[in-house]
């Protein structure tokens, strides 16, 4: 299971890093948005994204945008894991297509990770036949 | 985007926040090694005001939504006898850990549509069911009731706690109130679910009431709409939210 994770905060990024490889998925990262698209654009063959809202350089919804407009990219399944839960930032993830979110501060590490993983299960990607990418950040 | 200051405080709160949940909770786990009893007594009670300072941190955040008058909920149909039974199964260990017992007294297989906003609505009888659990002394029993009339709904959560000291019920619904015994019991809490609470069930258009005696327990009786057609069509379908 290959797991795109975009996030600034170093420390939930250690976190997750740690929960995802205990449950053998390999994790890429990236702390911006731009890092996150590169990432996505060098390297589609990703089976779930998770997405932090604000980030540096370009933000979670403006990625989620980018991601949604384009047609290889917007098959992917993407979890936006925020610490935002207000009405707004709920309609604006709506309205930039996305579907799942989950409130950080809510939920387990535990809880977290299998929640995403079930959600990768949705991946058309589930057996990819191309061989791993050798980009690990 | 653009947030006001109390969304971005709340996550920048929230942040820091989430980030000791997740290390604790790999320290309880022993991803780090294993912990010797009193290590695990100790980081336990940190998790535990960690996970009290998230709850004040998202409380502190409804609040300021409601004085400031921005308080929107998102309502979608759905069917509150099984909303309830499932609060009722959630509760379950809790209430064992604490020797109450609860005892259900409606039909869970009966379908009344509501049209509220589901996640909202559970917020309210998590704080009526931890209410009745934190102001017990030495176990008791909780009856959970729902009346079906016309045109409403109403859930009854009956306890046999400490009850509410007649001059202090005026004032249960004000926000940071706490009363008199319940200081005394030393038990956690802000004095803001239930302000919360009121708030959530006048905004979705319901109501939250409640008699009590002191000494003997108290009741508290929340009441809904029940939708209307077209609403009722959508009762099952699913909301593509928060998971």
């Not at chain 2, 409380?59 to 099984?82: C, G, M």
Request: charged letters at 25%; a positive charge; proline letters at 5%.
């Amino acid at each position: 299971m290959r797991i795109l994770l975009i996030e600034d905060e170093k420390m939930l990024v250690a976190a997750l890093r740690e929960e995802f490889q205990r449950r053998k998925c390999t994790i890429l990262t990236a702390a911006d948005g731009e890092e996150g698209w590169r990432i996505l654009s060098a390297y589609p063959v990703i089976d779930v994204i998770v997405l932090d809202l604000v980030l540096p350089k370009m933000d979670g919804f403006e990625l989620l945008k980018k991601i949604k407009a384009d047609k290889k990219l917007k098959i992917i399944p993407l979890v936006v894991l925020t610490n935002l839960s207000d009405d707004t930032t709920i309609s604006a993830i709506v309205a930039a297509g996305g579907r799942d979110y989950l409130v950080k501060a809510d939920y387990t590490l535990h809880e977290v990770a299998a929640k995403v993983l079930d959600i990768a299960k949705r991946s058309v990607f589930q057996k990819p036949k191309e061989p791993q990418s050798p980009i690990m950040l | 985007m653009k947030f006001d200051f109390v969304t971005i405080a709340s996550h920048q709160l929230r942040t820091p926040l989430s980030a000791m949940k997740w290390f604790l909770e790999m320290l309880i786990a022993g991803n780090a090694g294993r912990l010797t009893g009193r290590q695990r007594e100790f980081i336990s009670e940190i998790y535990k005001s960690n996970e009290r300072m998230i709850r004040l941190v998202n409380d502190l955040l409804i609040v300021s939504k409601i004085t400031q008058k921005n308080f929107h909920l998102s309502p979608h149909p759905f069917i509150f006898e099984r909303m309830v039974a499932s609060m009722v199964k959630e509760v379950k260990p809790i209430t064992q850990s604490a020797q109450i017992t609860v005892v259900s007294k409606f039909d869970p297989t009966q379908h009344t549509c509501v049209n509220a906003d589901e996640d909202k609505i559970r917020q309210v009888i998590r704080t009526l069911f931890d209410n009745a659990v934190r102001y017990m002394i030495d176990g008791g029993l909780i009856v959970v009731r729902i009346e079906r009339k016309n045109h409403s709904i109403a859930l009854e959560i009956q306890d046999t706690g400490v009850g509410i000291p007649p001059q202090e019920r005026s004032k249960i619904f004000q926000q940071f109130f706490r009363g008199s015994n319940v200081v005394r019991m030393r038990t956690e809490g802000t004095g803001l679910g239930l302000f919360i609470a009121r708030a959530i069930m006048v905004a979705s258009g319901g109501s939250l009431r409640f008699t009590s005696q002191e000494g003997k327990g108290s009741t508290f009786r929340m009441s809904l709409p029940v939708a209307q057609p077209p609403q009722t069509h959508s009762c099952e379908q699913p909301v593509p939210k928060r998971r």
